[in-house]
């Protein structure tokens, strides 16, 4: 696998369906700057970096650059459907902001843009420079350092360039075969042939044993899909061990999740607790070492063991604890306030369990 747009490339144009915000833009204007962000609604991240793109754009309109963000890797039944959830993020998050936004189901501009590029992550930038060139094809966070160089000309010829650009390639080079076998994965989902789901899901486990995504495809395949809950559970505590191998929160997190889905657990409570008590101590332990956000996180994933076992007074303090970090912390405007009305709901409904 090789990439045929990378810096330098001549740009491609832009094919999308539909343009939610803005004139329509087909072809690039030599003399400015273009920054394409591709975003998705299901992104966490992706409202945040979009919004800061948005400030750029006003912050330097007066030399030409111009921020469009585009939606192409929207999962929903229908092409309408896809376009109103784009729609109501956009709404979300850029409320007033003065920036084109396309949408595209055709699959065109996917193909053209990222496949051609091996970049299959979001939020992913590339910038056109005034020549109508790729100039970067990368983390938005970079072009806090690009944009200055690529806006004086000095960035394309720079040895930041090339290794950046090198550097991006490898990297897409290497995960290749693990991005294959997610598509293997979604492909027999598609026609619900879980045999073979779980075939390519057992062997992404042993091929890379770093990607948790596997591990929580393996029992959302088996608990969710086959309704195999023996087997789920099998799969479910070699999650938890190697979670708790690796002494990471992330990790044993997502275990967390899979453990206290609504999966029917009907048969394995006492071993359910069991496991949810080992996991939420390891957590704890761990908590201190990490940022606001995660802490916050943590906190009210553990509080939900805690008021499912019957611990309404521990659940509540938590989801205070978690409070704190949220209010206190640097997330975005919108971010906070729907992390912090998620945390006051829970509030009342464990006040509600309390006494």
């Keep these: 696998m090789t990439s045929s747009l990378n810096s330098g490339s001549p740009a491609p144009s832009i094919n999308v369906q539909h343009w939610l915000r803005g004139d329509p833009l087909s072809n690039f204007q030599f003399g400015k700057t273009y920054i394409l962000e591709f975003i998705s609604t299901t992104c966490s991240s992706c409202g945040p970096s979009l919004s800061q793109l948005a400030q750029l754009q006003e912050e330097y309109s007066d030399i030409g650059i111009e921020v469009i963000g585009i939606a192409a890797n929207e999962w929903a039944a229908t092409a309408d459907e896809a376009l109103a959830q784009v729609d109501a993020w956009v709404t979300k998050w850029l409320p007033n902001a003065n920036i084109r936004i396309a949408f595209d189901y055709s699959g065109e501009m996917d193909k053209d843009w990222k496949k051609a590029s091996l970049t299959f992550q979001v939020p992913q930038a590339f910038?056109?420079?005034?020549?109508?060139?790729?100039?970067?094809?990368?983390?938005?966070?970079?072009?806090?350092?690009?944009?200055?160089?690529?806006?004086?000309?000095?960035?394309?010829?720079?040895?930041?360039?090339?290794?950046?650009?090198?550097?991006?390639?490898?990297?897409?080079?290497?995960?290749?075969?693990?991005?294959?076998?997610?598509?293997?994965?979604?492909?027999?989902?598609?026609?619900?042939?879980?045999?073979?789901?779980?075939?390519?899901?057992?062997?992404?486990?042993?091929?890379?044993?770093?990607?948790?995504?596997?591990?929580?495809?393996?029992?959302?395949?088996?608990?969710?899909?086959?309704?195999?809950?023996?087997?789920?559970?099998?799969?479910?505590?070699?999650?938890?061990?190697?979670?708790?191998?690796?002494?990471?929160?992330?990790?044993?997190?997502?275990?967390?999740?899979?453990?206290?889905?609504?999966?029917?657990?009907?048969?394995?409570?006492?071993?359910?607790f069991s496991m949810g008590k080992e996991l939420s101590e390891r957590i704890l332990r761990l908590c201190p070492q990490h940022d606001a956000p995660l802490r916050s996180y943590s906190y009210q994933t553990i509080a939900f063991f805690y008021h499912e076992s019957g611990d309404n007074d521990r659940a509540v303090d938590l989801i205070e604890q978690a409070l704190k970090f949220v209010d206190g912390g640097s997330l975005p405007d919108v971010q906070k306030q729907e992390r912090m009305a998620q945390l006051l709901h829970k509030l009342a409904e464990y006040k509600g369990g309390q006494g």
């Excluded at 970079?142 to 550097?167: R, Y």
């Design 127 to 272: 910038v056109v420079d005034r020549a109508g060139s790729i100039a970067f094809i990368g983390d938005p966070d970079m072009l806090e350092v690009v944009l200055p160089k690529v806006m004086d000309g000095s960035w394309l010829a720079s040895a930041q360039a090339k290794n950046a650009e090198e550097e991006r390639i490898a990297e897409a080079e290497i995960k290749a075969p693990e991005r294959a076998l997610h598509r293997r994965i979604r492909a027999a989902a598609e026609i619900e042939d879980w045999k073979s789901a779980l075939s390519a899901i057992e062997e992404g486990i042993n091929l890379f044993p770093d990607n948790f995504m596997f591990h929580q495809r393996h029992v959302e395949t088996l608990m969710g899909k086959m309704r195999d809950m023996e087997a789920g559970w099998i799969a479910l505590d070699q999650f938890a061990r190697t979670a708790i191998e690796r002494n990471s929160e992330l990790w044993l997190l997502m275990a967390m999740q899979q453990l206290f889905y609504p999966y029917d657990y009907s048969g394995l409570l006492a071993e359910r």
